[in-house]
């Protein structure tokens, strides 16, 4: 049996877009690093570390060029921050998109997204065209918090509970979803039911499954 939710919460990263963390390896591969070396280096102090500092406007790209470069030497490479920067804005997943539009027919739509002061807008994109694309998807939303604009950023438990407060909606009559376990937590113990997001097809099935709506 299905629940019956007020709204459903959504990152945007890896989420509505192909996940970063395929670039990543496409870099690591060329450049000859360890498979997953960028990730290590941004789970090393997470709370405070270059990508930590990014996330909340703490520093521009040319200081996080110049700190993930020391964050990642001490770790035995030689990588640029700003290398990284050019990784971070995937490609839109359609099927997705065409979700939230489903979602938005059923109750109200938020997304909680980690970004950085770069590129055009949310999307973290330089090119013109694929940040008018991505715009018209953020345009969807009931409510969109970004943390390069508040400040904080996920797992803070307070970004969840500023997004339920703006949607006023129940945390327990909420799904969120997101491609890390780490940002599921805080909304799990809020009482929201959370689906850990694989890629397109997984994400669709799940939640097709927890909300019993027809997203295809």
Known sequence: MTRTFQAIIWDFGGVFTSSPFEAF???EAAAGLPVD????????????????KLEQSHVDADGFDELFRIEANALGHDV???DILGLLSGNLRPRVVHALKVCKTKGKV???TNNAPIGKGASMTQDDAKAKEIAAVFDQFDHLIESSKLGIRKPDPRIYALMCEALDVDP???????????????????????IKVTGEEQLITDLEALTGYALR
């Open 25 to 27: 390896n496409r870099y």
């Open 37 to 52: 070396f960028i990730r290590t280096v941004n789970s090393v102090n997470p709370l405070e570390n270059a990508w930590a």
């Open 80 to 82: 640029r921050g700003r």
């Open 110 to 112: 938020g997304c909680i």
């Open 172 to 194: 327990k009559a909420c799904v969120y979803l997101d491609d890390l376990g780490i940002n599921l937590k805080p909304a799990r113990d809020m009482g929201m039911a959370t």
